[in-house]
């Protein structure tokens, strides 16, 4: 049998990639069609993909299903969601202005490092 933190991690990375299809989509539409600032097109898919997990994590991954702490769930999670778009936009800084890599590379990049900090935030800390 998987233990619980193991199988959480599996239902939280396979949430995570429907999120990731949504930021990637939503920053590319943006970014590349609309021609909005990278920066500013990150954030936004980024902040759609960030709800998302929210609805999916909640009922989902964590099986809260108490309405009575779902206001105080969403506060804690949108604030380690902020540090995780901190987090993100530094990083995708970092990887395509100094180490040179390509944006889109660079974003990869970020939401790996940024997964692991919302995983354990919210394990830890938020739906426990």
């Not at 959480?8 to 590319?28: M, N």
């Not at 999670?77 to 990887?95: A, H, K, P, Q, R």
């Not at 390509?102 to 830890?124: D, H, M, P, Q």
């Amino acid at each position: 049998m998987i233990p619980s933190m193991l199988l959480r991690l599996i239902k939280f990375g396979l949430v995570g990639a429907t999120g990731v299809c949504i930021d990637f989509g939503i920053t590319w539409l943006l970014k590349e069609k609309l021609r909005i600032n990278k920066f500013v097109a990150n954030t936004c898919g980024f902040t759609v993909a960030v709800g998302n997990g929210y609805v999916l994590n909640r009922y989902w991954t964590f099986q809260k299903h108490n309405d009575a702490t779902f206001q105080a769930d969403l506060v804690r999670f949108l604030c380690f969601s902020l540090v995780g778009l901190i987090l993100n936009n530094l990083l995708v800084w970092y990887f395509n202005e100094k180490v040179q890599f390509k944006f889109y590379i660079s974003k990869g990049l970020a939401v790996v490092c940024v997964f692991f900090w919302n995983f354990f935030s919210n394990f830890f800390f938020n739906f426990k």
